[in-house]
């Protein structure tokens, strides 16, 4: 019996040698990207036209981009462009919503209109023999808006639903204070209307916000696929070739607040603490930024990062925490993000920061940072894989005003990054002592244990 048990136990072992020794397969080796030819025209209007063939699938992608968004909202007009387009979706004064519709599916397709801090967009995908016809029908809606009053008590109702439902999640909530707090005089901290502002937005108000962001210098049309391109070019030049010029290209530039405040918004009896804890860092048009970008990949940007795995995997304290930088124009925020159980808000601070420190104090392994680097060469890749992936990388190229250089070179550029530039990234921007925390949680179980982990010279602020 004990000669049967010493055999079971030798290839027990011999079985968890084996487990502990396989290892998954390695990885390819990491390819290059190119940018697709692509063709650019500009109007006297100031318009432009960008095509990109690309692919053998006979579909193609139309964005008409505009440089407007919330950035141009007055303090007391948030959510307007959201309203304009929501109005927009409405019609022009020649074709009702289900006229638009209809067409569009018609071509094998549909129309999106949608609104950012610093664009606004029309989209649609759709069989690339009606290109043409398709770009008729987003230019009537952009260019000739029927501003139907019959839509805007629904359309006020529905976002007064969605903030309502926005702001009862503590990530709106805190979300919503950290921007503030960071971009106190600026769109970029005026996150969220209030109920009163939505109830005071009308047809006037829209119109003189179309009229004074809206129009053909502010515009690049992108077409990406498999299409006819003289057919497309002529049949934007139709379209649009006559259109108001309109405002030049203007975005405010924001200062961002590198203070380090510290705000509890209390949540009696929470389970748990949602935190944003981070500082204005450097924008993609500044040098540092893909260094800096891969340090926060390592950091906390990736499922395998270092402050994921420590307050995930091996503390528990989270399921699924974060870091990320925002960008903006000329302007960007390194954040991490993270539920946290109630009982942990002290610890899972105390882990981030040393984490931090760590990072600050030794350069990562050339092994680790290799990971990381292939990691993000083959997500940037895989985001080119489609037409509209295409076209989102132009346009964030052309809002931050990077030459073709920054997508042509970006694969190159990553695997470039050195340990030591991380540790230098490190030093230089993520700095612990000047960073603003805003906490949603119970306040009663969570202020104390805050006070003992962040040290600030002011006071708490409710």
Same mark, same amino acid.
């Given at each position: 019996?004990?000669?049967?048990?010493?055999?079971?136990?030798?290839?027990?072992?011999?079985?968890?040698?084996?487990?502990?020794?396989?290892?998954?397969?390695?990885?390819?080796?990491?390819?290059?990207?190119?940018?697709?030819?692509?063709?650019?025209?500009?109007?006297?209007? #100031?318009?432009?036209?960008?095509?990109?063939?690309?692919?053998? %699938?006979?579909?193609?992608?139309?964005? %008409?981009?505009?440089?407007?968004?919330?950035?141009?909202?007055?303090?007391?007009?948030?959510?307007?462009?959201?309203?304009?387009?929501?109005?927009?979706?409405?019609?022009?004064?020649?074709?009702?919503?289900?006229?638009?519709?209809?067409?569009?599916?018609?071509?094998?397709?549909?129309?999106?209109?949608?609104?950012?801090?610093?664009?606004?967009?029309?989209?649609?995908?759709?069989? #690339?023999?009606?290109?043409?016809?398709?770009?008729?029908?987003?230019?009537?809606?952009?260019?000739?808006?029927?501003?139907?009053?019959?839509?805007?008590?629904?359309?006020?109702?529905?976002? $007064?639903?969605?903030?309502?439902?926005?702001?009862?999640?503590?990530?709106?909530?805190?979300?919503?204070?950290?921007?503030?707090?960071?971009?106190?005089?600026?769109?970029?901290?005026?996150?969220?209307?209030?109920?009163?502002?939505?109830?005071?937005?009308?047809?006037?108000?829209?119109?003189?916000?179309?009229?004074?962001?809206?129009?053909?210098?502010?515009?690049?049309?992108?077409?990406?696929?498999?299409?006819?391109?003289?057919?497309?070019?002529?049949?934007?030049?139709?379209?649009?070739?006559?259109?108001?010029? #309109?405002?030049?290209?203007?975005?405010?530039?924001?200062?961002?607040?590198?203070?380090?405040?510290?705000?509890?918004?209390?949540?009696?009896?929470?389970?748990? @603490?949602?935190?944003?804890?981070?500082?204005?860092?450097?924008?993609?048009?500044?040098?540092?930024?893909?260094?800096?970008?891969?340090?926060?990949?390592?950091?906390?940007?990736?499922?395998?990062?270092?402050?994921?795995?420590?307050?995930?995997?091996?503390?528990?304290?989270?399921?699924?925490?974060?870091?990320?930088?925002?960008?903006?124009?000329?302007?960007?925020?390194?954040?991490?993000?993270?539920?946290?159980?109630?009982?942990?808000?002290?610890?899972?601070?105390?882990?981030?920061? $040393?984490?931090?420190?760590?990072?600050?104090?030794?350069?990562?392994?050339?092994?680790?940072?290799?990971?990381?680097?292939?990691?993000?060469? #083959?997500?940037?890749?895989?985001?080119?894989?489609?037409?509209?992936?295409? %076209?989102?990388?132009?346009?964030?190229?052309?809002?931050?005003?990077?030459?073709? @250089?920054?997508?042509?070179?970006?694969?190159?550029?990553?695997?470039?990054?050195?340990?030591?530039?991380?540790?230098?990234?490190?030093?230089?921007?993520?700095?612990?002592?000047?960073?603003?925390?805003?906490?949603?949680?119970?306040?009663?179980?969570?202020?104390?244990?805050?006070?003992?982990?962040?040290?600030?010279?002011?006071?708490?602020?409710?």
């Amino acid at each position: 019996m004990k000669r049967i048990i010493s055999i079971l136990i030798v290839i027990l072992c011999i079985s968890v040698n084996a487990q502990e020794k396989e290892l998954p397969p390695e990885g390819g080796t990491p390819k290059g990207f190119s940018i697709p030819k692509k063709g650019v025209i500009t109007l006297d209007n #100031g318009l432009k036209i960008v095509t990109i063939p690309y692919g053998e %699938i006979p579909k193609a992608t139309i964005t %008409i981009s505009i440089k407007t968004g919330n950035i141009h909202e007055k303090e007391e007009e948030v959510w307007l462009a959201d309203f304009m387009a929501d109005l927009l979706e409405e019609g022009s004064t020649t074709l009702n919503a289900k006229q638009i519709a209809d067409k569009m599916a018609s071509m094998g397709g549909n129309l999106n209109i949608g609104v950012r801090s610093e664009r606004m967009s029309l989209n649609a995908s759709i069989l #690339g023999e009606f290109a043409p016809d398709a770009i008729a029908v987003m230019a009537d809606v952009l260019m000739h808006p029927g501003w139907p009053a019959s839509e805007v008590d629904r359309i006020k109702s529905n976002m $007064k639903r969605d903030l309502s439902v926005s702001m009862a999640r503590p990530t709106a909530q805190a979300s919503k204070d950290f921007y503030a707090a960071i971009y106190p005089d600026h769109p970029y901290g005026r996150v969220y209307p209030t109920n009163a502002m939505i109830e005071g937005y009308s047809i006037e108000k829209v119109k003189a916000f179309y009229e004074a962001n809206i129009g053909a210098k502010r515009t690049t049309v992108y077409i990406a696929g498999k299409f006819d391109e003289q057919q497309v070019t002529t049949a934007i030049k139709k379209a649009f070739e006559s259109w108001k010029e #309109g405002p030049a290209v203007m975005y405010p530039v924001a200062e961002a607040v590198t203070a380090h405040q510290v705000k509890i918004i209390d949540r009696p009896g929470a389970p748990q @603490s949602t935190l944003y804890y981070g500082l204005p860092v450097v924008d993609p048009s500044h040098p540092d930024y893909t260094a800096l970008d891969i340090t926060n990949t390592i950091l906390g940007g990736a499922f395998g990062s270092r402050i994921t795995s420590n307050i995930r995997e091996d503390k528990g304290y989270t399921y699924s925490p974060g870091s990320s930088i925002d960008n903006g124009y000329k302007s960007a925020v390194w954040y991490e993000r993270a539920d946290v159980t109630t009982q942990h808000t002290g610890a899972s601070l105390k882990e981030i920061n $040393k984490e931090i420190r760590l990072l600050q104090d030794e350069a990562p392994s050339e092994d680790e940072l290799t990971a990381i680097k292939n990691y993000e060469a #083959g997500t940037f890749v895989l985001r080119n894989s489609t037409p509209g992936g295409i %076209i989102g990388q132009l346009i964030f190229q052309d809002m931050h005003e990077l030459d073709d @250089s920054y997508l042509a070179k970006r694969v190159e550029n990553i695997h470039a990054v050195t340990p030591k530039q991380v540790q230098e990234m490190m030093k230089k921007y993520i700095k612990p002592e000047q960073m603003t925390l805003v906490i949603v949680g119970d306040k009663q179980k969570i202020e104390k244990q805050v006070e003992e982990t962040i040290r600030v010279k002011q006071p708490l602020k409710d």
